[in-house]
């Protein structure tokens, strides 16, 4: 028996629906998975870099006040060091020193490159909050 043009047509459109429905079910899954997951990246800086919640060390002393901004550098890990702390060669977001005496550990927000190989130091501004402080990149060299 064969199938008229109306017919034919009807059934393409159902598979053009079902794919439909099928590329709908994988994004939304990809949704779900990605805006659950802490690892993929939340947002964006109008520079494009990606914001990066991490426990880091830091210079800071008592003096420095909420909303002060600072100028501070980090030395991105060698390969020897990397290993040592289990972090990949290049890492810089280990420690920033920011011309203070006392180190400090405390979760940092970091805007900017997380591994930086080839780099002997990464610049950055860094402002202090009420209860932590947001760094964004300047530089690298």
Known sequence: MEMTKDQQS?????????????VALIGCALYVICSSNPTVPKELDATGYISH?????????????????????????????????????GYALWGLDCGGQDWHRITITFWGSTIQPGKSAAYWNCTRTSDSFTCKQTGAY
Request: proline share 4%.
């Open 53 to 89: 919640r991490v426990e880091s060390t830091i210079t800071a002393d008592s003096g420095w006040i909420n909303g002060e901004a600072r100028n501070c550098i980090s030395k991105p890990l060698d390969t020897q060091n990397a290993r040592e702390l289990d972090k990949p060669a």
């Open 10 to 22: 009807d059934n393409e459109s159902l598979r053009h629906v079902g794919v439909l429905a099928i």
